[in-house]
């Protein structure tokens, strides 16, 4: 009895000594430091995995892959910021329109987000490949590019733009071959109209200076002479390899085309319209899937090469020469689509075989060239 007299006692002392020292103010504001200090720890652990989640792009990149790749429009609705997506409708609404095709694979290997000089938060990547397939086959390889900004209070990656480039080197593959039906694309061909004229072959005399004669677009066997200080055995061999790979893009022999190009080959487009220049930057294995998406375009290719160039040793040579390029679609006898550019190879012969190969290629093409009146 005595000992749980005694237990009470304490209990009532410990309770009154604890309350007595709550209701002292320094006790108090020492209590209420202890808790502000954890919530204010708390709040830098929470802030630094938000941090380490939103700080890096590639996961956000993985995530618009998958949402382009699996066709949903909700999931890639989701990765939009709502104002963007307002401001950018028509963007939007285009990249909802490439869903209706039988397939989508993007490639965001090796690519470099650049973030904007003006915004830290800002990051635009450039020159995405996207390929379409239709009845299993590579219908179209096409370039995006798309702008993310970190928004909101948590600061997380929001898709600001994804724009579909029209500048390609064969501008006819753009969303009106995109994403039309097959049977449309061949009834415009078949039955041209006044909205919807065919494509006529570039006629040189629209360039400045007059770079080439306007009577003289070459065909394969006509080529200019060449020039410069270059050992005979080199024009003569240089002379044979393009000839093979002018024949081969020509009968979309794809295996010989890519033959002529070494492994690592660096391949280089640049369109320019009204002045400003459009680079597209591919590998070989991005070439051939271009290549196959063109010889599915097209069931008839030109390809005319005029004012060649050779010099070089015997071991590095530069080629250069004007391309005329003309496509005929199946449906119909007249071109679809032609263009008229500068084109530059660098061959090297290759050590593993002792054959001359591509190893650079930097084609030019002029969009848009206005006619000037003669003077």
């Not at 500048?167 to 694309?185: A, F, R």
């Not at 004669?213 to 020039?227: G, L, Q």
């Not at 979309?252 to 220049?277: C, F, H, P, Q, W």
């Amino acid at each position: 009895m005595q000992a749980n007299r005694f237990a009470r006692q304490m209990m009532r002392s410990g309770k009154n000594e604890f309350t007595t020292a709550f209701q002292n103010p320094n006790t108090l504001f020492g209590m209420i430091g202890i808790i502000g200090a954890a919530v204010i720890l708390l709040a830098m652990v929470l802030g630094l995995q938000i941090i380490e989640t939103t700080g890096a792009i590639e996961p956000f990149l993985q995530q618009w892959k998958q949402a382009v790749e699996s066709k949903q429009p909700g999931l890639y609705q989701q990765l939009w910021d709502s104002t963007a997506q307002i401001k950018n409708r028509s963007q939007y609404e285009r990249a909802l329109k490439l869903f209706s095709r039988e397939k989508i694979e993007v490639d965001i290997a090796g690519l470099r987000p650049q973030t904007d000089p003006k915004n830290a938060n800002r990051q635009q990547i450039e020159r995405i490949p996207v390929t379409l397939y239709q009845d299993g086959k590579v219908l179209v390889v096409i370039y995006r590019d798309i702008i993310v900004e970190k928004r909101g209070l948590l600061q997380r990656w929001k898709l600001i733009d994804d724009r579909i480039q029209d500048d390609l080197e064969y501008s006819d593959i753009t969303e009106e071959y995109i994403v039309q039906d097959d049977e449309e694309i061949v009834a415009q061909s078949a039955n041209p109209t006044p909205e919807n004229p065919p494509s006529q072959p570039f006629n040189p005399s629209v360039l400045p200076n007059k770079v080439v004669t306007p009577s003289r677009t070459a065909a394969p066997e006509d080529t200019s002479p060449i020039v410069g200080e270059t050992p005979l055995d080199t024009q003569l061999k240089l002379s044979q390899v393009l000839g093979e790979w002018q024949q081969a893009w020509q009968g979309k022999n794809l295996k010989t085309y890519m033959s002529k190009y070494a492994e690592d080959a660096e391949i280089t487009r640049v369109t320019i319209t009204k002045g400003r220049e459009h680079a597209t930057r591919l590998n070989k294995k991005q070439l051939r899937e271009k290549m196959k998406s063109l010889n599915a375009v097209y069931s008839k290719i030109r390809v005319n090469i005029s004012q060649l160039q050779i010099s070089g040793d015997n071991a590095v040579a530069d080629v250069n020469f004007f391309q005329e390029f003309v496509g005929t679609r199946a449906s119909g006898s007249q071109p679809a689509y032609s263009d008229y550019g500068k084109k530059e190879l660098v061959f090297m012969v290759d050590p593993a075989d002792g054959l001359w190969k591509i190893y650079a290629e930097s084609w030019r093409h002029y969009k848009d060239v206005p006619k000037y009146p003669k003077l």
